[in-house]
T-cell receptor, first 113, second 113 residues
Framework: NAGVTQTPKFQVLKTGQSMTLQCAQD?????MSWYRQDPGMGLRLIHY???????DQGEVPNGYNVSRSTTEDFPLRLLSAAPSQTSVYFC????????????FGPGTRLTVL | DAKTTQPNSMESNEEEPVHLPCNHS???????IHWYRQLPSQGPEYVIH???SNVNNRMASLAIAEDRKSSTLILHRATLRDAAVYYC??????????????FGQGTRLTINP
């Protein structure tokens, strides 16, 4: 099992550019989520999905879109990058809503100039 | 959501036990107490969780006060690899969206050789 994988590891964007952060898991987990972590802060939830075709907003969804067309993949799209979106992004997954353990990916470090 | 309070930082020596406290005075009867940790430049990883009784696993022990208003994560014999930020998180698995882990700032644990 590769677990939760994220690509790219690092990315630099200019203001206004768009990009997609990729997240994939090979554990057949239904629940997936995206968090962002700013320097010296805890993680904040952006969007989450309870299964293919179902997504919902978290704590800080503005400026981000998600979709869940397959169980394995949960990409995060930045439509028009802003410097305030400079952060480290983590994807996480778990088997279902009632499972206690969430598995996190290694993160994507994004800088928006 | 019920809140948790943790010290910003703690320091210990290698091969000694470490007791990481967490206060959660507004905990509800159905809130589970979870601990995650984040090693440098990595995503968070699950450590342990419990509801009322003390819990042990291969990584740590969780001691829960009788009134459940506080808990302590115990690392029995710290190693340098245990240096991380430790997050104490409350989750009510009975409510919709319970998978939304709410991270505070956590406790930064330093281990001295």
């Amino acid at each position: 099992n590769a677990g939760v994988t994220q690509t790219p590891k690092f990315q630099v964007l200019k203001t206004g550019q768009s990009m997609t952060l990729q997240c994939a898991q090979d554990m057949n987990h239904e629940y997936m989520s995206w968090y962002r972590q700013d320097p010296g802060m805890g993680l904040r939830l952006i969007h989450y999905s309870v299964g293919a075709g179902i997504t919902d907003q978290g704590e800080v969804p503005n400026g981000y879109n998600v979709s869940r067309s397959t169980t394995e993949d949960f990409p995060l799209r930045l439509l028009s990058a802003a410097p305030s979106q400079t952060s480290v992004y983590f994807c996480a997954s778990s088997y279902d809503l009632y499972t206690d353990t969430q598995y996190f990916g290694p993160g994507t470090r994004l800088t928006v100039l | 959501d019920a809140k948790t309070t943790q010290p910003n930082s703690m320091e210990s020596n290698e091969e000694e036990p470490v007791h990481l406290p967490c206060n959660h005075s507004t905990i509800s009867g159905t809130d589970y107490i979870h601990w995650y940790r984040q090693l440098p430049s990595q995503g968070p990883e699950y450590v342990i969780h419990g509801l009322t009784s003390n819990v042990n696993n291969r990584m740590a022990s969780l001691a829960i006060a009788e009134d459940r208003k506080s808990s302590t994560l115990i690392l029995h014999r710290a190693t340098l690899r245990d240096a991380a930020v430790y997050y104490c998180i409350l989750r009510d698995l009975l409510i919709q969206g319970a998978q939304k882990l709410v991270f505070g700032q956590g406790t930064r644990l330093t281990i001295n050789p």
